[in-house]
């Protein structure tokens, strides 16, 4: 099993370029989660879903937008890249269980974006 | 003021040393509480969980919870070179919603 996978690792944009972070799992995990970390901010809620074809708001949602047409692939996007959205972006997924296995939750490697 | 404060660091341990990590929160509905470690350049991955008052061990490694002081601790006994990484600390809460806060991460290094 790959796990949690992103694409692309690396990426440049130019501010107003968009682009889009796309996120794979093959656990077949009900939840997925995109969150950002800076230096001295932690790991910061972006957005999330519970399911296929639901997404909610997190802690930092503006500025980004998702979406979770198949269970197995969570997609970030930037419509207008800005340089406060210069972040490494981590996508995470858990599985729903009624024991409580919600609270551990498998990352991917991350993608470094840069604007300038 | 945020949620979940962590102490960034860094800390610096010669090897064979007890590494110390705490974090304190102010939301008293959280109910389940994480401690994440993370190497350079990598995804964080779970090291331990535990959602009662108490202490929980796990090898080289003891989670600590005082919900009363709403303070949590991560403990490392004989700490070793491959124990250098950025750990950090998340808590859950259960209700209408479903909330999950990290701590800022403290980073450690175990000096051979």
């Known amino acids: 099993n790959a796990g949690v996978t992103q694409t692309p690792k690396f990426r440049v944009l130019k501010t107003g370029q968009s682009m889009t972070l796309l996120c794979a799992q093959d656990m077949n995990h009900e939840y997925m989660y995109w969150y950002r970390q800076d230096p001295g901010m932690g790991l910061r809620l972006i957005h999330y879903?519970?399911?296929?074809?639901?997404?909610a708001k997190g802690e930092v949602p503006d500025g980004y937008n998702v979406s979770r047409l198949k269970k197995q692939n969570f997609l970030l996007g930037l419509e207008s890249a800005a340089p406060s959205q210069t972040s490494v972006y981590f996508c995470?997924?858990?599985?729903?269980?009624?024991?409580?296995?919600?609270?551990?939750?498998?990352f991917g490697p991350g993608t470094r974006l840069t604007v300038l | 003021q945020k949620e979940v404060e962590q102490d960034p660091g860094p800390l610096s341990v010669p090897e064979g040393a007890i590494v110390s990590l705490n974090c304190t929160y102010s939301n008293s509905a959280f109910q389940y509480f994480m401690w994440y470690r993370q190497y350079s350049r990598k995804g964080p991955e779970l090291l331990m969980y535990t959602y009662s008052s108490g202490n929980k061990e796990d090898g080289r490694f003891t989670a600590q919870v005082d919900k009363s002081s709403k303070y949590i601790s991560l403990f490392i006994r004989d700490s070793q070179p491959s124990d250098s990484a950025t750990y950090l600390c998340?808590?859950?809460?259960?209700?209408?919603?479903?909330?999950?806060?990290f701590g800022a991460g403290t980073t450690v290094t175990v000096r051979a």
């Open positions: 995470a997924s858990s599985k729903f269980t009624l024991a409580g296995g919600l609270w551990e939750q498998f």
């Open positions: 998340a808590m859950i809460l259960f209700s209408n919603d479903y909330k999950l806060s």
């Open positions: 879903s519970v399911g296929e074809g639901t997404t």
